[in-house]
């Protein structure tokens, strides 16, 4: 079945520690998404990337890295400069350019800071 | 820029009431509208979509027309039920956007009572 894999599905970490979110996409989709939700929040953006080896930043990237080496996959980082890395994390996919652009998401990360 | 507007939450409703939850746009050209549902504790699931103007995006007895001339793309179900207790987004999707494809409201959370 194609779909976007996210792991794992619960994360503890101590403070100081960097951290890596995983995210991985069977759907031959050019795009890739990090969202963070925090609860009763919406969704804000972290990082995006429209292409293999290229990315922009969202909204709230201070903190956070990202890398595109493969198509699939867009591993998130959650590093030591992040000041409050206790949320829900969201990665999503969609086809790119032109046409029909839904968006698909993984079933999402939660981080927790110890 | 791209932007999307919905109704505050959150939403209370007994069960078999009639749903409304509006949403507005902001974007240039044409941009394809969807609303996603999110259970707790999980990612976000496409509920419908509409790609051009005038088109009505239906499932699971929700419906949503996209309505160029107010620039709005509202849900509504006749007759809501306990499962149908979600957060729910609007969204946009339009290529070459500044936050890449994917534009999304702040979300709208309903409780359905039974």
């Known amino acids: 079945d194609g779909g976007i894999t996210q792991s794992p599905k619960y994360l503890f970490r101590k403070e100081g520690q960097n951290v890596t979110l995983s995210c991985e996409q069977n759907l031959n989709h050019d795009a890739m998404y990090w969202y963070r939700q925090d609860p009763g929040q919406g969704l804000r953006l972290i990082y995006y990337?429209?292409?293999?080896?290229?990315?922009q930043k969202g909204d709230i990237a201070e903190g956070y890295s990202v890398s595109r080496e493969k198509k699939e996959s867009f591993p998130l980082t959650v590093t030591s400069a992040q000041k409050n890395p206790t949320a829900f994390y969201l990665c999503?996919?969609?086809?790119?350019?032109?046409?029909?652009?839904?968006?698909?998401f993984g079933q999402g990360t939660r981080l927790t800071v110890v | 820029g791209n932007s999307v507007t919905q109704m505050e939450g959150p939403v209370t409703l007994s069960e078999e009431a009639f749903l409304t939850i509006n949403c507005t746009y902001t974007a240039t050209g044409y941009p394809s509208l969807f609303w996603y549902v999110q259970y707790p504790g999980e990612g976000l699931q496409l509920l419908l979509k509409a790609t051009k103007a005038d088109d009505k995006g239906s499932n699971k007895g929700f419906e949503a027309t996209y309505r160029k001339e107010t620039t709005s793309f509202h849900l509504e179900k006749g007759s809501v039920q306990v499962s149908d207790s979600a957060v729910y987004f609007c969204?946009?999707?339009?290529?070459?956007?500044?936050?890449?494809?994917?534009?999304f409201g702040k979300g709208t959370k309903l409780s359905v009572k039974p």
């Open positions: 990337s429209q292409i293999v080896n290229d990315f």
């Open positions: 999503a996919s969609s086809p790119g350019q032109g046409g029909d652009t839904e968006a698909f």
């Open positions: 969204a946009l999707s339009k290529y070459g956007g500044s936050q890449g494809n994917l534009i």
